[in-house]
């Protein structure tokens, strides 16, 4: 077998294995953790036949292309699937694989860090400032955002939340509506994300390597769900009542939105790791200053370390650009 194929889907399976153990908690987490009782096998039937239709109508919709156009780039700055914004290597060397690797070997830690900066950036080096202002701006936006929406709602709902548990009449309500704002968050989510995947693979993806590729998806993404999320799962359970079905609806659905925003935004890869800890960072905060929940400090200093964790992300991605460019070229030239 061609060296070249061999490492293309060896990396694939390894960012698919990377990116599903490590993003997937950011859109799935709070689902997770408010449906704890229900069977894993119903709630992977659900993402799954999201995930699949998210990709079937980006393949459809872009000509064979599953990423969204983040890794073709507009036509009107010139990039096709001929000449893409994120070519495949050439030559494809074993180093490539290095960025899943490094994501798995951090994510068995439990940090959140941005597979974006991670995976992408080793395909297009430029692409960096771009990548990381849109990220930068996402995690403001999120940060903003939460504050405000739960300086509003917190003394109405999140306290309510907690003081009154869901009644199972209740929960017949809260139910849908749940399972559809995280159906809303999961397809924004899975379109700036799919990028982080499928770089591996040729832009214009045939008929078996779509299937091949979505084999190896849903796999990992079942393993995701028996094992109730991993250790990044820790970061949603740290939060303030994220278990109550009420809360997570409320999250999914702004972080939804947010995605939404961005995606229609432009076609620049963003990570949205950094949308999602600065939701998390500004929901507590404004939960906080509302209700006032304990010592301020204590509040912020697990928003300090998780803001820091994906901080450690960008800076490890950018010791790795450095890295492949010296060892593909023997220099640390760009």
Same mark, same amino acid.
């Given at each position: 077998?061609?060296?070249?194929?061999?490492?293309?889907?060896?990396?694939? /399976?390894?960012a698919?294995?990377?990116?599903?153990?490590?993003?997937?908690?950011?859109?799935?987490?709070?689902?997770?953790?408010?449906?704890?009782?229900?069977?894993?096998?119903?709630?992977?039937l659900? *993402?799954?036949?999201?995930?699949?239709?998210?990709?079937?109508?980006?393949?459809?919709?872009?000509?064979?292309?599953?990423?969204?156009?983040?890794?073709?780039?507009?036509?009107?700055?010139?990039?096709?699937?001929?000449?893409?914004?994120?070519?495949?290597?050439?030559?494809?060397?074993w180093?490539?694989?290095?960025?899943?690797?490094?994501l798995?070997?951090?994510?068995?830690?439990?940090?959140?860090?941005?597979?974006?900066?991670?995976?992408?950036?080793?395909?297009?080096p430029?692409?960096?400032?771009?990548? *990381?202002?849109?990220?930068?701006?996402?995690?403001?936006?999120?940060?903003? *955002? *939460?504050?405000?929406?739960?300086?509003?709602?917190?003394?109405?709902?999140?306290?309510?939340?907690?003081?009154?548990?869901?009644?199972?009449?209740?929960?017949?309500?809260?139910?849908?509506?749940?399972?559809?704002?995280?159906? $809303?968050?999961w397809?924004?989510?899975?379109?700036?994300?799919?990028?982080?995947?499928?770089?591996?693979?040729?832009?214009?993806i045939?008929?078996?390597? $779509?299937?091949?590729?979505?084999?190896?998806?849903?796999?990992l993404?079942?393993?995701?769900?028996w094992?109730?999320?991993?250790?990044?799962?820790?970061?949603?359970?740290?939060?303030?009542?994220?278990?109550?079905?009420?809360? /997570?609806?409320?999250?999914?659905?702004?972080?939804?939105?947010?995605?939404?925003?961005?995606?229609?935004?432009?076609n620049?890869?963003?990570?949205?790791?950094?949308? $999602?800890?600065g939701?998390?960072?500004?929901?507590?905060?404004?939960? /906080?200053?509302?209700t006032n929940?304990?010592?301020?400090?204590?509040?912020?200093?697990?928003?300090?370390?998780?803001?820091?964790?994906?901080?450690?992300?960008?800076?490890?991605?950018?010791?790795?650009?450095?890295?492949?460019?010296?060892?593909?070229?023997?220099?640390?030239?760009f």
């Amino acid at each position: 077998m061609d060296s070249t194929l061999v490492i293309m889907w060896l990396g694939f /399976a390894l960012a698919s294995y990377s990116v599903v153990g490590n993003d997937v908690i950011q859109t799935l987490g709070t689902f997770l953790t408010s449906n704890e009782k229900r069977p894993w096998w119903i709630l992977w039937l659900f *993402a799954s036949t999201i995930l699949t239709l998210t990709l079937l109508y980006s393949w459809f919709t872009y000509d064979g292309d599953v990423s969204y156009q983040r890794l073709i780039g507009d036509a009107s700055d010139g990039f096709s699937i001929e000449n893409p914004k994120y070519p495949l290597p050439d030559p494809f060397a074993w180093y490539y694989l290095l960025p899943p690797l490094v994501l798995m070997l951090i994510t068995r830690f439990g940090i959140p860090v941005s597979t974006s900066f991670l995976i992408l950036t080793f395909f297009v080096p430029k692409g960096l400032v771009s990548m *990381a202002t849109k990220s930068f701006t996402g995690y403001l936006v999120a940060f903003v *955002a *939460a504050i405000l929406v739960y300086l509003l709602i917190s003394k109405v709902a999140e306290k309510r939340f907690v003081n009154n548990p869901i009644t199972e009449r209740q929960r017949k309500i809260w139910m849908p509506l749940q399972w559809f704002s995280t159906g $809303f968050l999961w397809t924004q989510w899975l379109a700036q994300d799919f990028a982080n995947i499928y770089v591996y693979l040729p832009r214009e993806i045939s008929v078996s390597d $779509f299937f091949i590729s979505l084999f190896i998806i849903l796999s990992l993404l079942a393993y995701i769900f028996w094992s109730k999320g991993g250790k990044i799962q820790d970061v949603v359970r740290s939060k303030s009542n994220t278990s109550d079905i009420r809360s /997570a609806t409320i999250i999914d659905f702004i972080y939804g939105i947010i995605l939404f925003y961005f995606k229609e935004l432009n076609n620049v890869p963003m990570s949205t790791t950094w949308v $999602f800890i600065g939701l998390l960072a500004g929901r507590e905060i404004g939960i /906080a200053l509302r209700t006032n929940k304990g010592n301020f400090k204590e509040v912020l200093r697990p928003l300090i370390i998780d803001f820091a964790k994906v901080t450690l992300g960008l800076v490890i991605s950018i010791i790795l650009v450095f890295l492949i460019r010296y060892l593909s070229s023997g220099s640390f030239s760009f």
